[in-house]
């Protein structure tokens, strides 16, 4: 379940983060460009929540891949993908990636329609801590969840966890975060990204 | 809905096993438990950690129930279709002590509903999602936990997130929100 849009935006219209709730949109985008990445992330929130929607649309545009960094070469990291793809379970894990490449983060239909429809939502938790590798500081952790589904072909949930190592640069505090969808093709006009800081 | 902090634990000071969430307020619809956590204990590869809850730091009453849809480094587990009259409700796994090279944090997300006691026979409900992965995926896994707390008519003022094999180490904490 979403942690709260509907009082998140309307929060955001009223150009206004209080009103007693703890999240606050930092950045919406509705680029449609594969890649986004959010810049200068403030360090006054204990959490960060990527929330990302994309409506159908009538071209196959690949497949339907999330992916997450802090930063573009991500050694050192691993991710591991628990799925429904209709009635069967599986698992995808991935370790580190090439340059530029990020981490799978999201798994999906690859023959998306007109009458298919994404969402993903990923959370950073304690985000800007100090980076480590013993018992009183750590590497980073993130958890991410979504579906998507295709009336016409397939539905898919499922549940990702994405570690960083110590020895990569893209580990905490994270002040930089780029999303992007996997084969770089562009997406379709509707899709809206947000990042959400939560206190 | 609204999403409102309450509180945060930590085990910073100290490794603790049971990290408390105290005066709980009555005043939401439900809780949601954001955090990161690990322990000290040497565990084997699996889901062999336990990070389990306590309602009002119930430890022996037998009224937790649980059940469990996961996988692990090796592919997709076999279900835990339910444990029942239990003393904790499971709700996390975590990888333990310096597997793969480090102390891993797990990622948990839980939610909790019906916690204020309003209404007989509506047990206080939990949803959660514990997420970890480790270098080369050798201790990774992915879990939905949904389970229940048989408290009747008492309502739930504190919560304890109990580490059942080893204590959280220090880095560990956890926020607790109010939903309404």
Sequence with gaps: ?199 | MALEFIAEVDANSTDTENLVFTGIPQTYDSLRIVGIGNTDYSLSQGMNGVFSLQFNEQTSDSKHAYMRVASDYNGVLTNNEGTYNANYAECGSMSGNAPDGGYWPATYIIDIYSYKGEASNHDVQYFSRSVLATNDNNYSHAAYYAGTYNNGTTAITSLQLKSAFGNWIRFSKFSLYGRD
Excluded: C
Excluded at chain 1, 124 to 146: E, K, M, N, Q, V
């Design chain 1, 1 to 199: 379940m979403p942690f709260g849009a509907g009082k998140v935006a309307l929060l955001g219209a009223a150009g206004s983060g209080g009103g007693g709730s703890s999240i606050e949109p930092i950045q919406t985008s509705t680029s449609t460009a594969a890649s986004l990445t959010f810049t200068s992330i403030p360090q006054t929130y204990k959490h960060l929540w990527l929330v990302w929607t994309l409506p159908g649309n009538s071209s196959n545009w690949g497949n339907a891949y999330t992916y997450a960094e802090n930063d573009p070469v991500p050694n050192y990291s691993a991710s591991h993908i628990f799925y429904d793809h209709d009635y069967s379970l599986a698992i995808y894990q991935t370790d580190e990636q090439p340059a530029g490449y990020g981490l799978k983060m999201a798994y999906g239909d690859d023959s998306v329609s007109t009458s298919s429809v994404q969402y993903h939502e990923f959370l950073w938790p304690y985000y800007s801590d100090a980076a480590g590798s013993g018992t009183t500081s750590r590497w980073l952790g993130a958890s991410g969840s979504g579906y998507t589904g295709n009336p016409n072909t397939a539905f898919y949930s499922y549940l990702t966890a994405l570690n960083e190592y110590g020895g990569s640069t893209a580990t905490l505090p994270i002040t930089e975060l780029t999303v992007k969808f996997g084969d770089g093709t562009a997406l379709p006009s509707g899709t809206t990204r947000t990042l959400y800081g939560i206190n």
